[in-house]
């Protein structure tokens, strides 16, 4: 090979290297650009753009935003949006300024407020029908064993709505079903997933007490203890726990068909250890003037409306939210009650932030750096899921999880996606604890 030839093909390569390292560094930077943003009125937004990518209004007729350009150095740029009225914008990102490669939508919406939770709550919930949670043969009349649920086709986790069109109450209600229809085939109505199942299946008379069976083993309720998250005065909504309420044996989400929220006392606190969560112990109190009713049981916490208005002494006044742009590492708090039945504000870090475009429990990492929690409870325990999360002044998020691993960390999720599960409008919604700005 001549010397001028390898030179070109030397020089072919360097040139290949650099286009390469250069598509994936501007890939990464559209990547990581947001496709959306919502804006609080009467707040700036900063959005860092590096060389060679250019941010610019596209159209802006009404005049939403204007761009604001701060130069950090000579190679990065930090673009601050300021809102100048509600409505919504689109701001272009341009290679070099000049090939358009995505576009961001930018939303100047009204402020949120809601009055930060942390009290201890009690949550019974009943299911909508019954759901399966085991099978089993039964010894029959005739000295033979049969499992007509098996049989039938049902498996663990299916729900049982209908059976002979006649909507499910509860357990009991199954039973009398079952026997009030004697020896005859009954059809059931199954929810399976998303799915709706009719399943016909023939009781049989059991050896040991006469009564007919199906060979299943029901649920219909479960109750437990966790933490209130936020309320929001003008509609009365409320939002607790941040996570599902499961089926302790199926894992599966237990869907509502009634329940209600009441105070919750904490009896006691079992700490937390490297491989053994820890765990709340409440006692249900004035059961008979529950806080509100239950609405919904979803992946991202609990939702009902109260039947009056929920206090927080540490929060008189509602508080504005913090979307998941607001959010940085470092200091926050925790509301939440341990002990004394009381409300109390505990320090920690944020140490990690996944922005996301999707709900998922897993918003950000966060660490427990109270001594007076950490003393208590060994940091994140079972029964504090819910607990509001605070940070200048704005609830951002409610923790979820624990790591099991190590008690002092845990999970939290964006009060944005709790926000929206509750039904409390974001784009929209002009609060009254506004009026007075």
Not at 27 to 47: A, C, D, H, V
Not at 152 to 168: T, Y
Not at 176 to 205: A, F, S, T, Y
Not at 304 to 309: F, I, L, N, Q, S
Request: hydrophobic share 35%; proline share 4%.
């Amino acid at each position: 090979m001549d010397k001028g030839k390898k030179r070109r093909l030397i020089s072919l390569f360097v040139v290949a290297v650099f286009m390469t390292a250069f598509y994936v560094f501007v890939l990464n930077e559209i990547i990581q650009f947001p496709n959306e943003l919502k804006i609080f009125e009467g707040e700036n937004q900063s959005l860092d753009v590096k060389f060679p990518l250019k941010a610019e209004n596209k159209k802006d007729p009404n005049n939403i935003i204007r761009l604001v350009n701060q130069e950090v150095d000579k190679n990065n740029r930090s673009i601050s949006l300021n809102p100048l009225k509600l409505g919504k914008t689109d701001i272009q990102l341009k290679l070099l300024g000049v090939l358009p490669i995505k576009t961001l939508s930018v939303e100047v919406i009204p402020k949120v407020k809601v009055i930060p939770g942390g009290q201890s709550i009690g949550v019974k919930l009943n299911t909508k029908g019954v759901l399966i949670v085991g099978l089993e043969e039964i010894e029959s009349i005739d000295g033979r064993k049969y499992n007509p649920g098996y049989t039938a086709g049902l498996n663990i986790g299916d729900s049982i709505l209908q059976i002979n069109d006649e909507k499910v109450r509860d357990a009991e209600h199954v039973t009398d079903l079952i026997n009030g229809n004697g020896n005859k085939m009954l059809q059931l109505r199954v929810k399976r997933g998303e799915k709706l199942l009719d399943i016909n299946i023939h009781p049989v008379k059991s050896a040991d007490d006469g009564e007919y069976r199906l060979g299943l083993w029901v649920r219909d309720k479960t109750a437990g203890v966790g933490t209130l998250t936020f309320y929001h005065p003008d509609s009365m909504k409320f939002g607790a726990l941040g996570h599902a309420i499961t089926d302790i044996d199926t894992g599966l989400l237990l869907a509502v068909n009634s329940g209600e929220v009441v105070k919750s006392k904490v009896a006691s606190v079992q700490q937390g250890k490297k491989g053994k969560p820890g765990e709340i112990k409440g006692i249900f109190y004035e059961t008979t003037k529950p806080i509100g009713n239950l609405e919904k049981n979803t992946h991202y916490g609990i939702y009902g409306k109260a039947y009056e208005d929920i206090k927080n002494p540490l929060y008189s006044q509602p508080i504005e939210i913090g979307f998941q742009n607001q959010v940085k590492e470092g200091k926050a708090t925790i509301l939440t009650t341990i002990d004394s039945n009381e409300v109390q504000a505990y320090e920690i870090s944020i140490e990690k932030i996944n922005h996301q475009k999707n709900p998922n429990v897993k918003s950000m990492i966060i660490r427990v750096t109270d001594k007076r929690l950490l003393e208590k409870s060994g940091g994140i325990v079972q029964g504090m899921s819910g607990s509001p999360i605070i940070q200048d002044g704005k609830l951002i998020g409610a923790v979820t999880h624990v790591f099991v691993h190590d008690p002092t960390k845990g999970y939290g999720l964006f009060i944005e996606w709790m926000l929206n599960e509750c039904g409390v409008d974001l784009n929209s919604y002009r609060q009254l604890a506004n009026s007075d700005e």
